[in-house]
């Protein structure tokens, strides 16, 4: 996190949210994203750049897994009604 400086808060708040990613919490993703975001300046340098590029590759990564967890439920979900009917 050298590119951009964060708070305690800030730094303590991702540290919650890339545990909650590992453990699978796709959602997490654009806070994630939203909090880093709120410090990249317009003129930054290469690191800036780099993360958000970064950042865009996430989250255009994040709606295709969003998409494909939200259609996977909806699946299970009629599977389920008739297992159980």
Do not use: K, W
Not at 12 to 21: G, K
């Amino acid at each position: 996190m050298n590119a951009i400086n964060l708070t305690d808060e800030e730094r303590v708040r991702l540290s919650q949210l890339f545990s909650n990613f590992d453990e699978g919490d796709v959602i997490a993703v654009p806070e994630i994203c939203s909090v880093l975001e709120a410090h990249l300046s317009s003129e930054g340098g290469r690191e800036q750049r780099r993360l958000h590029d970064d950042i865009e590759a996430l989250l255009e990564a994040t709606s295709v897994d969003e998409s494909y967890v939200l259609r996977a439920r909806d699946v299970v979900a009629r599977v389920r009604d008739r297992v159980e009917a």
